[in-house]
């Protein structure tokens, strides 16, 4: 019960920070200093048992204890002891690619607003990494942000994905079609290469790769030689490649071609082995588990859906380099209604 307690006082002063920052327009935001408050100023630091969160110009402009953070005259106060003040989450894995969220250009501000709040502000994800989506789309939804016109995180992303020729997941053809968006196959190494270099001119903050695409009743793999050439062309401009692998032969090739984060575990195939788990963590290769994604989906098969989620425990159960937190909302919200994190 003490458990839950702390739970639900945890959750309510995030929520607490998130509307105290967002009630304001962030070019014109009211001073605002949260007092007396258990803080925690990042995942690897300890707690400042009575501390105090000065915020200025849309700006977290002082964290300290409250004894030595100068409060300014007119600021706003709220009294938070008793509550817990967290810095803001990372979300590694998430798309901008709702129908909601398609076509900004002709969304009012506070469309936009409340869908990513939906998704993503509401949760305490003030830093999100979306990776797939349509690149212009994407990059003009965050320029409104930055702007001020739309309250939301601050927006990573890939842009489009890249998948070997004939290798459009079998399940987004439906969507993207419904949608006329066209993301080409990557046919040939210099397409590629040429491609890494569009998208990323074009404000891409990293590349995505498909490893291995989910086909009808099959796993097509990218050729390790192209997988290269993109991994190695984004990494001379100094962007991560995420790689969404769909079985061991997938990881694989992300291995050998140098990629950065696997975005998913894999649902079909061996679980992964000490020995592969070993090779992630010499190539410095993070991983993003999402195991709510597989247990969602594979629920529709009754009571395969237990077995495959205790599988992939398995597979990350052991010590690894780097874990990503990563929550599928849009993913789980259509399929499911549902919020729950990955």
Known sequence: ??????????????????????????????????IGAKIYPSPAGAA?????????????????????????????????????VTAGFWNSHVHILTPVLLHAEKLR?????????????????????????????????RQRIESGEVKG???????????????????AKEFLEANHINIPDVESSSQ?????????????????????????GSILLMPLDLAKEIVGEAHREGKPVFAHPSNGAGVEIALQSGVDVLAHTTPDGEPWTPALLERMKSAHLAVIPTLTLWDVEF??????????REGNKGR????????????RPDFVWHRRGLHRPV
């Open 192 to 216: 590629a290469v040429a491609r890494v270099r569009q998208q990323i001119h074009d404000r891409a903050d990293g590349i995505k790769i498909f490893t291995g695409s989910v086909e009808r």
């Open 316 to 327: 990350v159960g052991q010590p690894a380099k780097s874990f990503l937190a990563g929550r």
């Open 1 to 34: 019960m003490r458990a839950r307690n702390g739970l639900r006082r945890i959750l309510r002063s995030i929520l607490l920070l998130i509307w105290s920052l967002f009630a304001c327009e962030i070019t014109h935001a009211q001073d605002l200093a949260l």
């Open 299 to 308: 629920k529709k098969n009754g009571s395969a859906a237990r077995g495959h």
């Open 48 to 84: 400042m048992e009575s501390g105090t969160v000065l915020v200025q110009g849309g700006h977290i402009a002082a964290v300290g204890p409250s004894a030595s953070v100068q409060v300014p005259k007119g600021t706003t106060a709220l009294d938070c002891k008793g509550l817990v």
């Open 109 to 141: 501000p506070e469309q936009i607003t409340k869908q990513l709040d939906d998704m993503l502000t509401r949760w305490g994800f003030t830093t999100v990494f979306d990776v797939a989506s349509v690149l212009k789309n994407t990059d003009l939804i």
């Open 153 to 171: 995180p601050r927006i990573l992303t890939v842009g489009e994905p890249f998948w070997t020729k004939g290798g459009t997941p079998v399940y």
